[in-house]
Structures are given as structure tokens and as C-alpha cells.
């Protein structure tokens, strides 16, 4: 689970609540089970209609996607890619099958397989790509039932508010109770904006984020698996998939005090 998510949200929460706190409002006033029903209600029902029930099934797996911290990293993988193109050069492809059946990335070990079996560079990287849309196109599908989440909260929330508005001009001939029943009313409004973006738009956000840094990800094990096949030098590999910025990168240790020559002897 990563912290920093849940952080941000119970932040946000707290930012909203203090302030009203602050300015001399009651704890009691912020909770009203009606507004929450049609807002919260109102809002599943609409993301309900809007999608396939194939497509409402996946989200579970977009708030685990969007919750729990990804175990691999980016500077592992290029070390283990790195490594396998020192075990293919000493031994040969063949000796990548049994680091390929271990590694726990599926997209590396797939395309490692690949290169043991013998494919062609250009079927192994047409395969690759379009398991990396598969992948893009999967994580799309999650970030948009949030955002749609995030686009019909307000508006139900001031469906809520239209509704309590209604009910209070009913009750005119009870003058005392307008104040607090416009009150009332407004809370859905509250409800729903809070939640789209506090909750439901900065979800998709994240999702989007985390999507964007796995495709580059496997864009980098893409380039260092064909850079294996090819029977490139190591360094050569490490300096295809390195991820580090350029000004950066020349100071990592891929090179040695010699500089980039004297990698390469």
C-alpha cells in the first residue's frame, strides 16, 4: 500500500474540515445521510449505466492499481537487463532461459523467451508492442471510470441541493427552519464536489501517472531485450535503457574515470 495516496486524501479531508471548523461551524452540520445517498448512490448508479458490467468488474483491480505501490523499479530492471546481456555474451543465449523462467517481470521474461527460442527481432518487438497497448489500454479503462465517477458527483450533488431547495420552499410557512434547511440542502453540493475532486479525479490522475511511468518502463526492457538479441556489449545495453537524464547519466558509474573509450576496450 502506498502511503502517500492515502496521506494526500485523509490531508485534503482534514484541510476541508478544519477550515470550516475554523470558522466556527459544527462537526454535525458536515454529515447528512440524505445528501449522501443521492449523491454517492446517484453517482454509482450513473457509472453503472455507462459502462459494460465486464468494464465495472475491473474496479477492484484499478483501486489496487491506483493504491498499491508497484514492486518492481525501474533501476532494477536495467541492472537485471544489463546482467543477462553479460550472461548471453559469456554463454550464450540458451544460458537466459533459467534467469528468464525466475525473473518476476512478465513482460522481461516473455521477451527474454523469445530471444532463447530464436525469434525474429521484428516479431519479438510487434509482439512486445502490442502487449504494451494491451497494457496502456487496460490501465485507460481504469483512470476513465473514475473520471466519469469524478464528472457525475457534482452534478448529483447539486441534483441534491435542487431537491432540499424544493423541499424547503414547501415548508415557507415555518420560518425558524429556512436557515438551517437551505443549510442542509447545500451539503450535497459539498458532497459531491469534494468527492470528484478530492477523491474520484486525482484517483484517475494517479492511475494515469502510474500507467505512464510502467509503458516507458516497458519501452526501456523493449529496447534492452532486442540489445540482448543483437549481442550488444553491456555498456551499450545499460546506455540504450538508462533512464537517468543526460547530464546525469555521464556522471552514473557506466563509465569509468577513462570515459566512454575506455568502457568500450
Keep these: 500500500m502506498e502511503i502517500v495516496t492515502i496521506l494526500g486524501i485523509l490531508a485534503g479531508l482534514a484541510a476541508l474540515i478544519g477550515g470550516f471548523l475554523w470558522e466556527g461551524g459544527q462537526l454535525s452540520g458536515l454529515f447528512h445521510m440524505t445528501a449522501a445517498l443521492i449523491v454517492f448512490g446517484g453517482t454509482f448508479a450513473a457509472v453503472a449505466i455507462s459502462f459494460p458490467a465486464s468494464k465495472l468488474k475491473s474496479i477492484p483491480d484499478a483501486i489496487r492499481y491506483a493504491f498499491v505501490r508497484p514492486e518492481s523499479n525501474i533501476e532494477q530492471l536495467i541492472e537485471d537487463v544489463v546482467d543477462m546481456s553479460t550472461t548471453s555474451r559469456r554463454n550464450g543465449v540458451l544460458a537466459l532461459e533459467q534467469k528468464s523462467q525466475d525473473h518476476p517481470d512478465i513482460f522481461l521474461r516473455e521477451g527474454i523467451q523469445m530471444v532463447v527460442d530464436g525469434t525474429d527481432p521484428d516479431i519479438i518487438k510487434q509482439?512486445?508492442?502490442?502487449?504494451?497497448?494491451?497494457?496502456?489500454?487496460?490501465?485507460?479503462?481504469?483512470?476513465?471510470?473514475?473520471?466519469?465517477?469524478?464528472?457525475?458527483?457534482?452534478?448529483?450533488?447539486?441534483v441534491g441541493?435542487?431537491?432540499?431547495?424544493?423541499?424547503?420552499?414547501?415548508?415557507?410557512?415555518?420560518?425558524?427552519?429556512?436557515?438551517?434547511?437551505?443549510?442542509?440542502?447545500?451539503?450535497a453540493t459539498l458532497y459531491g464536489v469534494a468527492s470528484a475532486n478530492l477523491i474520484f479525479l486525482p484517483i484517475a490522475s494517479k492511475i494515469k501517472s502510474r500507467s505512464e511511468d510502467k509503458i516507458q518502463n516497458m519501452e526501456l526492457l523493449l529496447q534492452g531485450i532486442l540489445s540482448i538479441q543483437n549481442g550488444d556489449h553491456p555498456q551499450i545495453v545499460r546506455k540504450k535503457i538508462s533512464s537517468l537524464e543526460p547530464e546525469d547519466y555521464f556522471r552514473s558509474p557506466v563509465f569509468p574515470k577513462g570515459g566512454y573509450n575506455e568502457t568500450f576496450k
Excluded at 138 to 158: L, Q, V
Design 127 to 158: 509482439i512486445l508492442e502490442i502487449e504494451m497497448d494491451r497494457t496502456e489500454l487496460k490501465h485507460t479503462g481504469y483512470a476513465k471510470i473514475f473520471e466519469s465517477a469524478g464528472g457525475y458527483a457534482p452534478t448529483m450533488g447539486i
Design 161 to 187: 441541493t435542487v431537491m432540499g431547495l424544493i423541499h424547503v420552499l414547501g415548508s415557507l410557512s415555518e420560518p425558524t427552519q429556512l436557515g438551517p434547511s437551505i443549510a442542509v440542502a447545500f451539503i
